[in-house]
């Protein structure tokens, strides 16, 4: 059961959330009554294997991050006036190279850096590992995710890993609403308006985000005619890139269903198959050719696709995702700018 089912449980009895073991054991069965999103119980797959690389790729980044900013401080009082711009291993090197301490505090703060460059040096060897591993995993999953403009192994593996079954989804509207694209109505009395949404899973709209970064950064992609089509519109550069994350959202829920059927049909006829395979016809309609949403789509409606909940609609060729505006092939000397 989702946590915040039984602690809404929790609130209504006993006006506070505040839990023990019994308590807790009791608000959950309660949720799970009445309850009707609950969750099934599945075995860990292929998805879990994604999960832990791309966790392991985030700490690893972070970590660097860190070690970055702390050599960056130590040279700035090394060097007079300082280092302006982002600083790399070899960089820091021939900076450390040139300076000759005149005394023990000098002479203390280079040390410092030193091991700090050597830190960094580390950790980026372990990043080419850890994406080596994720590359791999990425490929073994047999995605389409990353023939989407600006999608590498990274960001797949962090979609792939937090998703796990996208018939939890029944459209691209309670897709956008889990990833945080679609943004809340605040309205009041006849007054309709929305805003943006600071909910759902922020690690999974960051993946999103930096999809859609990846995409500006490009001219030929696109993404970027999409998002100069919106300030043609008149919207601010902020409501231009909700746009193009609300787009990239729905081509992303559009592959995971594409990549669901065709896992399903595939288990269909072999021996046998994992359960719940074959509830992905559950997740309901997105048809690729049908990925270019509204820009403020609302959870809350009823889904727009009511025949896919009922049949699924012929198979998908990955040509046809073309047809978002997202799933251009990317050349390959663009695959090293993909996170």
Not at 50 to 64: I, M
Request: net charge positive; glycine share 8%.
């Amino acid at each position: 059961m989702p946590p915040k089912l039984a602690a809404r449980v929790r609130l209504l009895q006993a006006g506070d959330t505040n839990k023990n073991d019994p308590n807790d054991a009791f608000s959950v069965a309660v949720a799970a009554l009445r309850s009707t999103a609950k969750r099934p119980v599945i075995a860990e797959d292929h998805a879990v294997v994604l999960k832990v690389w791309a966790k392991r790729h985030r700490d690893l980044a972070r970590a660097r991050n860190q070690a970055c900013c702390r050599l960056h401080a130590v040279l700035c009082d090394l060097v007079p006036g300082g280092i302006r711009k982002e600083i790399s291993a070899g960089q820091a090197a021939r900076i450390l190279e040139q300076v000759r301490p005149a005394d023990a505090v000098t002479t203390a703060r280079c040390e410092l850096a030193a091991e700090f460059l050597t830190d960094i040096r580390r950790l980026d060897a372990q990043l080419r590992t850890t994406n080596k591993k994720l590359a791999a995993a990425v490929k073994a999953s047999g995605t389409s995710l990353t023939g989407l403009f600006g999608v590498g192994p990274v960001i797949a593996g962090t979609v792939i890993g937090d998703v796990r079954q996208v018939f939890r989804f029944p459209s691209r509207d309670h897709f956008a609403a889990y990833d945080g694209t679609a943004p809340v109505e605040v309205s009041s009395g006849g007054r309709k308006v929305y805003r943006l949404s600071l909910r759902g899973n922020r690690r999974l709209n960051h993946a999103i985000h930096m999809a859609a970064i990846t995409q500006l950064r490009y001219k030929h992609s696109q993404g970027r005619a999409y998002y100069e089509k919106k300030l043609a519109e008149g919207k601010t550069h902020k409501e231009a890139l909700r746009s193009l994350k609300r787009r990239i959202s729905d081509a992303i829920y559009a592959a995971l269903v594409a990549d669901a059927r065709q896992a399903a049909a595939a288990c269909s006829k072999g021996p046998g198959g994992q359960p719940g395979n074959l509830s992905v016809s559950r997740a309901a309609g997105s048809h690729p050719a049908h990925t270019s949403s509204s820009d403020k789509p609302l959870p809350g409606l009823p889904p727009p696709y009511g025949p896919a909940l009922r049949q699924d609609p012929p198979p998908v060729s990955p040509t046809e995702r073309v047809g978002t505006g997202l799933g251009t092939p990317r050349p390959a000397e663009e695959i090293r700018h993909n996170h």
